[in-house]
């Protein structure tokens, strides 16, 4: 099965789970009450069945884990999940998304600097900390209780080169001297993107953070009706330089935006990056580089 079958795959998995979740608490029910007898014998086999185990409670409004089979996920409700990880294989990232947003080492394969706004499960963080073995790291998470949910999602310790900070995004990148050389923001809170995460001000500090030629890499929510405009927004603060990447199985858009020198990719570059990734856990890579090298020609022509 291809990444892109993949994760198709396991997002319709998962979103039928978790639809079935708020009729249904009772699987014996639901499963007898829609006939899904055939489909669960077909999850069975795949190791993606029984049902899940919940470490926090979903009724409080505070995060929580479910589990199914090897698919761990975070969420704030049962109606999104946040962040997901295979247990048997906690750097691979299981989200589309996840793989568009390390599109960036197309662009930069050997950041020196990485800040990340929004930990979640931490399925970024710990790819790049174990891909990236010269990066310094700095992770900024406004809930203290999405901190405390690290160990389930094998998040790295605390060392020289990472570290989590428990604080605001927008006001770290708006009062930090580290200048990074990559800016990711994936923050989310429990009614979608914050605000100061998405406004003019934030994403024009963003531009004055980076360091020369820096990447600010940004996940927009699909069902987010303005996301359209944060794109606009981005592409107007980075004069266009820029690339939006759409994300297979969900309607996230990933827009990685360029300080300074014009955005572009050669297959040689491509083939050059991948290379250099040669980890089981980077094998998307070339599939990402392709759909990137595709949106900037799209771009081009217009």
């Known amino acids: 099965m291809s990444d892109a079958e993949d994760s198709g795959v396991a997002a319709k998995l998962f979103g039928g789970w978790t639809a079935l979740r708020g009729v249904r608490d009772d699987a014996s029910d639901w499963i007898a009450d829609l006939n899904l007898a055939s489909h669960v014998q077909i999850l069975e086999r795949r190791g993606i069945w029984p049902g899940c185990a919940t470490i926090g409670d979903p009724s409080s409004g505070k995060p929580f884990v479910s589990e199914i089979g090897d698919y761990r996920s975070l969420h704030f409700d049962w109606g999104c999940v946040q962040s997901g990880m295979s247990v048997a294989n906690p750097l691979?990232?299981?989200?589309?998304?996840?793989?568009a947003m390390m599109g960036f080492l197309f662009f930069n394969p050997a950041p020196?600097?990485?800040?990340?706004i929004g930990l979640g499960g931490g399925s970024l963080a710990k790819f790049c900390h174990h891909v990236l073995p010269s990066a310094d790291i700095t992770v900024v998470e406004l809930d203290a209780e999405v901190i405390a949910m690290r160990n389930h999602f094998s998040v790295p310790a605390e060392s020289e080169r990472f570290r989590i900070v428990c604080g605001d995004g927008a006001a770290y990148v708006r009062t930090s001297l580290i200048r990074p050389d990559v800016l990711l923001v994936d923050g989310f809170d429990a009614r979608g993107q914050p605000p100061q995460l998405c406004s003019p001000e934030f994403y024009a500090q963003c531009f004055e953070r980076l360091a020369p030629n820096g990447l600010l890499v940004v996940n927009l929510w699909g069902d987010d009706p303005g996301h359209f405009r944060h794109a606009a927004l981005i592409k107007h603060i980075f004069s266009g330089k820029l690339v939006l990447v759409p994300s297979i199985g969900s309607a996230n858009q990933t827009v990685i935006a360029r300080k300074g020198s014009d955005l572009s990719l050669t297959k040689t570059q491509m083939n050059q990056v991948t290379i250099l990734f040669k980890q089981s856990c980077a094998r998307f890579l070339p599939a990402i580089g392709k759909?990137?090298?595709r949106q900037l020609e799209i771009a081009s022509k217009h």
Request: net charge positive; hydrophobic share 45%.
């Open 92 to 99: 691979k990232l299981t989200l589309d998304y996840t793989k």
């Open 291 to 293: 759909r990137i090298f």
């Open 112 to 116: 020196r600097f990485i800040e990340m």
